[in-house]
Nanobody, 124 residues
Framework: QVQLVESGGGLVQTGGSLTLSCAAS????????MGWFRQAPGKEREFVAA????????YYSDSVKGRFTISRDNTKTTVYLQMNSLKPEDTAVYYC?????????????????WGQGTQVTVSS
């Protein structure tokens, strides 16, 4: 089992940048594909980004493509979401998740483990 803890959220102005971190405890993330999802107040959870490092596939939602980047550190214990050119509509609680099935990575059902979330607020 892997425990995930997100950090790095906060308040930023439109056009600004934030980097979210997702740290694993208990084991490395080398066996997992990783994803980021977000949920805004009153809305359903939505897919943001995912990457399968063993297969090399990377996925981004259309709303963040070109602005967000998912990456992992060399120790394979932390996954990042670099967010640039932030917009007010990016305001949400962001969650990281780990998938060992590595299929259907744009859907929440693919993920067995989830973090507790970190709040990102983009002011206009």
């Amino acid at each position: 089992q892997v425990q995930l803890v997100e950090s790095g959220g906060g308040l930023v102005q439109t056009g600004g940048s934030l980097t979210l971190s997702c740290a694993a405890s208990g084991r490395t993330l080398s066996s997992y594909a990783m994803g980021w999802f977000r949920q805004a107040p009153g809305k359903e959870r939505e897919f943001v980004a995912a990457k399968n490092w063993s297969g090399g596939s990377t996925y981004y939602s259309d709303s963040v493509k070109g602005r967000f980047t998912i990456s992992r550190d060399n120790t394979k214990t932390t996954v990042y979401l670099q967010m640039n050119s932030l917009k007010p509509e990016d305001t949400a609680v962001y969650y990281c998740a780990a998938s060992y099935t590595k299929v259907g990575l744009t859907t929440g059902e693919a993920y067995a483990y989830w973090g507790q979330g970190t709040q990102v607020t983009v002011s206009s």
